[in-house]
């Protein structure tokens, strides 16, 4: 912990992660693209140390996978894949609405109203990078709300992931302008009451209806099936 309770400092691998997971996330890195050091620290004007621990990091958060002798490839998204993120997100959400339902403040609420007007006026025109940017920022406040500093930990090894799904989502079916402002605002409303139970019957009703969405991607089931590079 720093005595001083300043943030640390980030480093050029920090950068580095960032500028990878933005990418995976956008669709710029392709599942099964091979991630070359060389041509990543040319691109970003660092050196290949920088490179190979990013690379680490994105692989122990199963964004990349490095094989021996191979190299570092852009993970493939499978059915597994899914299943997996998909029932500890459930499990980790249903935690953070039943204790933020009694610790939001207006702070809060005011946060997810901004959001939630972002999501209204962006209206049918909104990019698949945009929709996941906003979905994942509400759903960043909950867990603030939460007041939970494992539960928080959790979310944040997880995020990253879950952006990379959402964002293949949104990508082969742009339907968010039709649900996620809607699905939002229903959530911003129940939590607003203040009934834990409630707050976590909507979530579970929320993640319900995103793992329906993600089955429609008819994923192969496990990374044999998928495509490499």
Excluded: C
């Amino acid at each position: 912990m720093n005595p001083l309770g300043t943030a640390p400092r980030p480093t050029l691998a920090d950068y580095v992660v960032g500028v990878i997971r933005e990418q995976i996330a956008t669709g710029k890195l392709r599942p099964g693209e091979h991630l070359r050091e060389s041509e990543l620290a040319s691109a970003l004007d660092v050196s290949r140390g920088p490179i190979r621990e990013a690379l680490a990091t994105l692989e122990a958060e199963g964004q990349v996978e490095i094989r021996r002798h191979r190299g570092a490839f852009v993970s493939v998204l499978t059915q597994k894949d899914v299943d997996e993120v998909h029932s500890l997100r459930a499990a980790i959400e249903a935690l953070a609405a039943e204790r933020a339902a009694t610790r939001l403040t207006s702070d809060h609420l005011a946060e997810m109203d901004r959001i939630l007007e972002a999501m209204r006026a962006s209206s049918g025109s909104i990019q698949p990078q945009e929709a996941v940017r906003l979905d994942l920022a509400f759903h960043d406040v909950i867990y603030d709300a939460a007041d939970h500093a494992r539960l928080r930990r959790v979310w944040t090894s997880l995020r990253s992931q879950v952006a990379f799904f959402l964002h293949t989502r949104n990508a082969n079916f742009p339907d968010f302008p039709t649900v996620g402002f809607a699905e939002h605002q229903e959530l911003r409303t129940v939590l607003s009451e203040g009934d834990p139970a409630r707050a976590r019957a909507a979530v579970e009703e929320h993640m319900a209806g995103s793992y329906v969405r993600l089955r429609q991607l008819e994923l192969p089931s496990d990374s044999d099936g998928g495509v490499e590079v």
